[in-house]
């Protein structure tokens, strides 16, 4: 699970490469991602070329998030301009 606008500046963990080789090892993972921005078009072209397009959800903005991160195995949120992102 990430949560985070789609926006440069959060470093979407979308665009991670490692997800790939992530797949061939859990062909049964997925990712739930929630976030609305500038960069979904492209995100989403990136996702297509990388075959992750049935493993990676953008679901969009979510007002309260709280109740899908606890029910995420793990939560990721990552950011260039916060100094304590994960």
């Known amino acids: 699970m990430n949560v985070a606008a789609l926006v440069d500046h959060k470093e979407s963990a979308h665009s991670d490469p490692g997800r790939g080789a992530r797949?061939?090892?859990?062909?049964?993972?997925?990712?739930?991602?929630?976030?609305?921005?500038?960069?979904k078009g492209s995100l989403t072209a990136e996702l297509a070329r990388l075959g992750l397009a049935d493993r990676v959800h953008l679901r969009g903005y979510v007002d309260t998030a709280e109740c899908l991160i606890g029910e995420s195995d793990v939560f990721v949120r990552s950011s260039k301009e916060k100094g304590w992102a994960v």
């Not at 797949?23 to 960069?39: C, K, Q, T, V």
């Open 23 to 39: 797949r061939e090892a859990r062909p049964d993972l997925h990712w739930s991602d929630r976030g609305e921005g500038e960069l």
